[in-house]
């Protein structure tokens, strides 16, 4: 598995915008579907999006219902970089937000992931 570092989290305005990122170690990093998942105080950590391995034709991701059409996940393979682009940010996003890697795809629950990062935390002010 590989080691993840995110990076970008603080504190924003409602309707401002955050851009997490992940770095990862390893060599293989294309090999892995990638994601972030949140957690809030006293709640459970939930999925918000992930996309798939890149060392293959397609690419494929998933969103979180909550996050869709606000929230974009992309990754730069060169770079080894996962990054997550949040726009239109509400109290309801303030979490400590993670990155995660998996050997499969859909990263849809924490059971499937096997690396996660530290946690960068996410705050959103009314």
């Known amino acids: 598995q590989v080691q993840l570092v995110e990076s970008g989290g603080g504190l924003v305005q409602a309707g401002g915008s955050l851009r997490l990122s992940c770095a990862a170690s390893?060599?293989?990093?294309?090999?892995?579907?990638m994601g972030w998942f949140r957690q809030a105080p006293g709640k459970e950590r939930e999925f918000v999006a992930a996309?798939?391995?890149?060392?293959?034709?397609?690419?494929?991701?998933n969103y979180a219902d909550s996050v869709k059409g606000r929230f974009t996940i992309s990754r730069d393979n060169a770079k080894n970089t996962m990054s997550m682009q949040m726009n239109s940010l509400s109290p309801a996003d303030t979490a400590i937000y993670y990155c995660?890697?998996?050997?499969?795809?859909?990263?849809?629950?924490?059971?499937?992931?096997?690396?996660w990062g530290q946690g960068t935390q996410v705050t959103v002010s009314s």
């Open positions: 390893g060599r293989t990093f294309s090999s892995y579907a």
């Open positions: 995660a890697s998996a050997t499969v795809y859909p990263i849809s629950t924490p059971r499937v992931v096997g690396s």
């Open positions: 996309m798939n391995r890149s060392d293959v034709r397609y690419s494929l991701t």
